[in-house]
């Protein structure tokens, strides 16, 4: 049994920005529409998959498809594929990009790093500026970045930009689905909405207090815009700890998804990522 997990599909290759993220967790529609001609029968309702991950006698070859961030090329792009399919996915939300108040950080960062070959950093910074290659520099930043408190991070990347003279208006980032929208995927009866924190932080780096509001305070914020009870989590990064599994739980998460292939029971459901399980069965794996 398999649980895949998909962040963005863009209609075109040329889309996907040699620098930043989606280098990293973007496919192609024709990827993913070659993914499930590939998998055929063996893809099915992301719940069976983990009835069955949970039950007495799996089924190792049937495989889900679950979606991190819900960005707004889910409903453009991947789900008039999936409606042609037939096949049930679980969708994770971060409430704050919901709430058009956030978007993911490392776009912003990998535009930077693309406009400015020369960037400006601060001095605990200053060595990711020596590192040769664009996406390189990227991967550098958004590494130190990443274990940041959320308000930290933030403001971190408003003083990063007016250092190199570029306005926030002026970054180009993926659109994220809006309350709205997900208000209107809640009754699509292919599209199941999960919980994935307030503001996508690595969640080991937060005190417990900051931990249970990005967890349980999004799972009341997802719950009271969509009026639907949501009874799965997905863990940014996939990171999480004891700590977490338990908050998670205490929130009243009935499963709790990572990004690692090995699960640790319910709280820390094991998960593949799609662009991996594509470059396998590519070689024949």
């Known amino acids: 049994m398999t649980i895949l997990y998909v962040h963005r599909v863009v209609p075109d290759p040329c889309g996907i920005q040699a620098v930043g993220p989606d280098r990293c967790n973007a496919i192609s529609l024709g990827a993913f529409e070659e993914l499930l001609e590939h998998l055929g029968n063996c893809l099915c309702d992301w719940r069976t998959v983990l009835d069955g991950m949970h039950g007495a006698r799996p089924d190792a070859a049937r495989v889900g498809l679950t979606f991190d961030d819900a960005y707004a090329d889910f409903e453009d792009v991947a789900l008039p594929v999936l409606e042609r399919h037939g096949i ?85 980032t993926p659109r994220m689905l809006s309350w709205p929208r997900l208000k209107h995927l809640v009754d699509h009866p292919l599209v199941d909405i999960g919980v994935h924190t307030a503001t996508h932080p690595y969640l080991p780096a937060l005190n417990a207090r900051e931990a249970w509001m990005e967890i349980a305070g999004a799972k009341r914020a997802v719950e009271r815009r969509l009026g639907r009870t949501s009874t799965c989590f997905a863990y940014p990064y996939g990171a999480n700890g004891r700590r977490d599994r338990w908050l998670a739980r205490m929130a009243g998460f009935e499963n709790a998804f990572s990004t690692s292939p090995n699960s640790k029971g319910r709280m820390a459901i094991g998960r593949i990522d799609v662009r991996d399980w594509i470059g396998g069965a590519r070689r024949g794996g």
């Open 88 to 172: 049930r996915v679980l969708l994770f939300v971060t409430s704050m990009f919901a709430e058009q108040a956030l978007v993911p950080y490392e776009y912003a960062i990998a535009e930077l790093a693309r406009r400015c070959p020369d960037v400006l950093l601060p001095r605990e910074f200053e060595t990711c500026g020596e590192v040769e290659g664009a996406h390189e520099r990227y991967r550098c930043i958004v590494g130190r970045m990443k274990r940041m408190r959320p308000r930290t991070r933030a403001r971190f990347v408003r003083d990063l930009l007016n250092l190199n003279g570029v306005a926030e208006q002026q970054m180009t």
